[in-house]
């Protein structure tokens, strides 16, 4: 089955610094990849996305891109603010449309 | 955008009893739907693949036996925890699949329910 490999698990940066999330996937079928935001005892929120016909996608200080012959991609937040703070999830869709995760980043952002 | 509910948000309950929770897909019609695990401090574990009107597609290691799940309309899906145990405490998350809005493959996930065995 797809496996999902998520870097770093913490990850601390002061506020205005980028962040950089990376993941890789084992399922060449997999065509889309997107990444959800929790907070604690909360659901998982979508915050971006990306499909396998794209290479690069920008959403205000949320960009994703994919490489898809080297099957990893990765999340970039610029501008990091103290409310970026939370946990990070990848996924990737297998082919029966469910989400296999990566094991999560803990994003601290600091003032 | 497209809401998942969930039902109930917490649920307390002794050894042996059975659980129900409930996912709706409250403006959309969801032909599949999912059902997820969540320990504290670990990432989602996919239980099973919920299809309307027929059956689930549990992953390997998943007791179906154990956790029943039923889909019985375009907007509902069910989890039943059967003799539930203290190691089936876990905070149980669903999703929806929305595929009305050009195809984009979207899943919306349900608030969650925090299930405690006592």
């Known amino acids: 089955g797809e496996n999902v490999e998520q870097h770093p698990s913490t990850l601390s940066v002061q506020e205005g610094d980028s962040a950089v999330i990376k993941c890789t996937y084992s399922?060449?079928?997999?065509?889309?990849f997107p990444w959800y935001k929790q907070e604690l005892g909360k659901r998982p929120q979508l915050i971006i996305d990306?499909?396998?016909?794209?290479g690069e996608k920008k959403d205000q200080r949320i960009a994703v891109t994919l490489n898809k012959t080297a099957k990893h991609f990765s999340l970039h937040i610029t501008e990091t603010q103290p409310e970026d703070s939370a946990v990070y999830f990848c996924?990737?869709?297998?082919?029966?449309?469910?989400?296999?995760f990566g094991k999560g980043t803990s994003l601290l952002v600091t003032p | 955008g497209a809401v998942v509910s969930q039902h109930p948000s917490r649920v307390i309950c002794k050894s042996g009893t059975s659980v129900k929770i409930e996912c709706r897909s409250l403006d959309f019609q969801a032909t599949t739907m999912f059902w997820y695990r969540q320990f504290p401090k670990k990432s989602l574990m996919l239980m099973a693949t919920?299809?309307?009107?027929?059956?689930?597609?549990?992953e390997q290691g998943v007791e179906k036996d154990k956790f029943l799940i039923n889909h019985a309309s375009l907007t509902l899906s069910t989890l039943t925890v059967t003799s539930a145990h203290p190691e089936d405490s876990s905070f149980y998350i669903c999703?929806?699949?929305?595929?009305?809005?050009?195809?984009?493959?979207?899943?919306?996930f349900g608030p969650g329910t925090r299930l405690t065995v006592l």
């Open positions: 990306i499909r396998s016909n794209v």
């Open positions: 996924a990737a869709e297998n082919s029966g449309y469910a989400l296999n």
């Open positions: 919920s299809n309307e009107g027929s059956k689930a597609t549990y």
């Open positions: 399922d060449s079928a997999s065509n889309y």
């Open positions: 999703s929806a699949r929305d595929v009305t809005s050009g195809g984009t493959d979207t899943q919306y």
